[in-house]
């Protein structure tokens, strides 16, 4: 059993890099990462838990123009399959998921880098091919694009999948228990770092009388998310529909008179 949920997290980390760049079904955002993984491991709570830590890393930070950003999705894939592996304690998986997912979500950064390096001479191998004619082996060769960026993620995983739950398990027999706790209260805090870095690009001001209702709902009376999402998706429809049936601002005969000074002229 170990063996296939090691060869189908291997599988899911090479699939989730493809889907981002066309299909989009699973995308490599760590909560849908997590969804996936969980159902692979047997321990779905924990999966999202752990999926949660990390997509709250994750919140106002995109790869926008080919730039490359941490790959926090394989952080969560590989921390979920370490920390179920470790431990059966909550707190002490977030703590081993962030121990290990966060250097590898780091070094996801550097490989997808190398991997958009080494697309540029598959483009150009396939332009030479084009050049040529030879329109077969152009589109043999742009398959060597996906295989490259899905090996970038695969490989970590891979090494993770034959010795990470050994590594980390000699870690925790050396490493003091302040230290874990102490990732424990990194991770709890978490939530707080990536709610701020997302109201940063938020319309905070022209939308503060919303933020305030989701607050006081939340806080003082303690609606669950599910429902809070619904009154947003409530509050967006309507503001949506009132948009949509404002009148627009005739500006036609603006334009005339400016059109009829013209020919005046």
Sequence with gaps: ??????????????????????????????????????????DLQTAMIIG????????????IGGSSVPNWGLASLVGIYVAIKTTNDIEQAKAVALAVGVPVGMLGLQLDVFAKLANTYVTHRAQKFANEKNFKAMNRTFWIGPVIFGLSTAIPTTLCVLFGDKLVKLILDFVPAWFTDGLS????????????????????????????IGFVFAAYLNLPILGISLLGLAFAYYFFTQKMSAPVANTSNDTETFEGDDFDE
């Design 185 to 212: 209260i990194a991770g709890s805090m978490l939530p707080v770092v990536g709610i701020a870095l997302l109201l940063q690009f938020m319309p905070v001001k022209k939308y503060l009388t919303f933020l305030v």
């Design 52 to 63: 949660g830590t990390f997509q709250l890393m994750n919140l106002g930070v995109a790869n």
């Design 1 to 42: 059993m170990e063996i296939i949920q090691g060869i189908l997290i291997i599988l899911l980390s090479f699939w989730m890099v493809l889907d981002q760049q066309g299909l989009v079904i699973t995308t490599w955002f760590p909560v849908m990462v997590a969804f996936f993984a969980g159902l692979i491991m047997g």
